[in-house]
């Protein structure tokens, strides 16, 4: 099952083994630039920077929700 299913039916499954800590903690930092924070989005969900800035308003926000759902979600083998 992937993490997100966008408006044109593509489906998207968001990897944190493709981004470090430190983009994921730029993501949130008001001095990033909107081309950093695109390619921190696009890595993490397997698309080109150019696919994510594509993508309509709504399907952004849901490609940003599940990045922050996934992420959120605790590990299923700690070791």
Same mark, same amino acid.
């Given at each position: 099952?992937?993490?997100?299913?966008?408006?044109?039916?593509? /489906? $998207?499954? $968001?990897?944190?083994? +493709? $981004?470090? $800590?430190?983009?994921?903690?730029?993501?949130? #930092?008001?001095?990033? #630039?909107?081309?950093?924070?695109?390619?921190?989005?696009?890595?993490?969900?397997?698309?080109?920077?150019?696919?994510? /800035?594509?993508? #309509?308003?709504?399907?952004?926000?849901?490609?940003?929700r599940a990045l922050?759902?996934?992420?959120?979600?605790?590990? +299923?083998?700690?070791?």
């Open positions: 099952m992937s993490d997100l299913t966008l408006a044109d039916g593509r /489906e $998207i499954d $968001i990897d944190l083994e +493709a $981004i470090t $800590i430190k983009e994921y903690r730029e993501l949130f #930092s008001p001095k990033q #630039s909107a081309a950093d924070e695109t390619a921190v989005l696009a890595k993490a969900a397997g698309m080109t920077s150019e696919e994510v /800035e594509g993508l #309509s308003m709504l399907d952004y926000k849901r490609l940003l922050l759902e996934v992420a959120r979600q605790p590990l +299923a083998d700690p070791t």
